[in-house]
């Protein structure tokens, strides 16, 4: 098993989850965050004072799934969230050892 961890940018969550669900994958989670890269935030005005925004809004998906299915995902997801701008984001995967429903204690990919 695999996890997919995906940092993108807010506007595009709903592409990637619809791209997501193209390929049959059923089960995500979407936590709001901040952070930056390479674009180092920027410069707004308010009320008449300027404010150096560094931490611009993010998506982090958290996605585990089977090894078979980790290169439709990732394909998927870069699809579904490219921009060709600085700041689309990044793609991490990670093995992960066990996984286990609570509800049902199904272990393994049953768990998923």
């Given at each position: 098993?695999?996890?997919?961890?995906?940092?993108?940018?807010?506007?595009?969550?709903?592409?990637?989850?619809?791209?997501?669900?193209?390929?049959?994958?059923?089960?995500?989670?979407?936590?709001?965050?901040?952070?930056?890269?390479?674009?180092?935030?920027?410069t707004e005005l308010y009320r008449g004072a300027e404010y150096v925004?560094?931490?611009?809004?993010?998506?982090?998906?958290?996605?585990?799934?089977?090894?078979?299915?980790?290169?439709?995902?990732?394909?998927?997801?870069?699809?579904?969230?490219?921009?060709?701008?600085?700041?689309?984001?990044?793609?991490?995967v990670a093995s992960i050892e066990e996984a286990i429903r609570i509800?049902?204690?199904?272990?393994g990919a049953e768990a998923i």
């Amino acid at each position: 098993m695999k996890k997919i961890e995906a940092i993108i940018k807010p506007f595009k969550l709903d592409e990637v989850k619809e791209a997501l669900h193209e390929i049959g994958l059923q089960g995500i989670t979407v936590t709001e965050a901040k952070g930056f890269g390479r674009q180092k935030g920027h410069t707004e005005l308010y009320r008449g004072a300027e404010y150096v925004v560094d931490f611009l809004p993010k998506v982090k998906l958290e996605i585990v799934l089977e090894d078979e299915q980790v290169e439709r995902a990732v394909e998927a997801i870069q699809r579904a969230a490219h921009t060709g701008r600085i700041g689309d984001g990044k793609i991490f995967v990670a093995s992960i050892e066990e996984a286990i429903r609570i509800r049902t204690g199904e272990s393994g990919a049953e768990a998923i």
